[in-house]
T-cell receptor, first 113, second 112 residues
Framework: NAGVTQTPKFRILKIGQSMTLQCAQDMNHNYMYWYRQDPGMGLKLIYYSVGAGITDKGEVPNGYNVSRSTTEDFPLRLELAAPSQTSVYFC????????????FGQGTRLTVV | GNSVTQMEGPVTLSEEAFLTINCTYTATGYPSLFWYVQYPGEGLQLLLKATKADDKGSNKGFEATYRKETTSFHLEKGSVQVSDSAVYFCASRGGATNKLIFGTGTLLAVQP
């Protein structure tokens, strides 16, 4: 059981480049989340989805886009990368039930130079 | 909306010391409450949870009790080990959106 898989694990981008962070889960979870974690800081919610075709903004959505065409996949798109987007990105998934925990991927460490 | 506030770190303790990390929440209704742990270089993993008032979650010697009257979910451990060194996150989930909301995290460093 793979759980939540994020790719790539590490990436260096130049300012202005674009990339997609991939996230896939095999637990048939409807809820999926993208967080960023800046050095020494907590988690900030970027976007989340409650099911295929449904996405909504979190606390810090500017500079990012998401799509959810399938239950399994929830990619995060960075357009025109900026140094402020240097961070570790975590994807998570959970069920519809509010009393169930979320499962996290191992993270993608992104550096924008 | 829902929010979670947890004590600032870092917390530095000697091995076998008693640990408390405070966490309070604001919410409409009664959210489920969680403690997650993040070891260096890794993702977050669930440590324990409580889903209703007066529930006690426990795992690996850690405990936390869901206190509705004080809107708190403090994490405790009677005797910490060096291997407990990590960042601990308090989180809540509930309300209309059912979003998972995290506190800022508390870095725990246990010295031998």
């Amino acid at each position: 059981n793979a759980g939540v898989t994020q790719t790539p694990k590490f990436r260096i981008l130049k300012i202005g480049q674009s990339m997609t962070l991939q996230c896939a889960q095999d637990m048939n979870h409807n809820y999926m989340y993208w967080y960023r974690q800046d050095p020494g800081m907590g988690l900030k919610l970027i976007y989340y989805s409650v099911g295929a075709g449904i996405t909504d903004k979190g606390e810090v959505p500017n500079g990012y886009n998401v799509s959810r065409s399938t239950t399994e996949d929830f990619p995060l798109r960075l357009e025109l990368a900026a140094p402020s987007q240097t961070s570790v990105y975590f994807c998570a998934s959970t069920t519809d039930r509010g009393n169930t925990e979320a499962f996290f991927g191992q993270g993608t460490r992104l550096t924008v130079v | 909306g829902n929010s979670v506030t947890q004590m600032e770190g870092p917390v530095t303790l000697s091995e076998e010391a008693f640990l408390t990390i405070n966490c309070t929440y604001t919410a409409t209704g009664y959210p489920s409450l969680f403690w997650y742990v993040q070891y260096p270089g890794e993702g977050l993993q669930l440590l324990l949870k409580a889903t209703k008032a007066d529930d006690k979650g426990s795992n690996k010697g850690f405990e936390a009790t869901y206190r509705k009257e004080t809107t708190s979910f403090h994490l405790e451990k009677g005797s910490v080990q060096v291997s407990d060194s990590a960042v601990y996150f308090c989180a809540s989930r509930g309300g209309a959106t059912n979003k998972l909301i995290f506190g800022t995290g508390t870095l725990l460093a246990v010295q031998p």
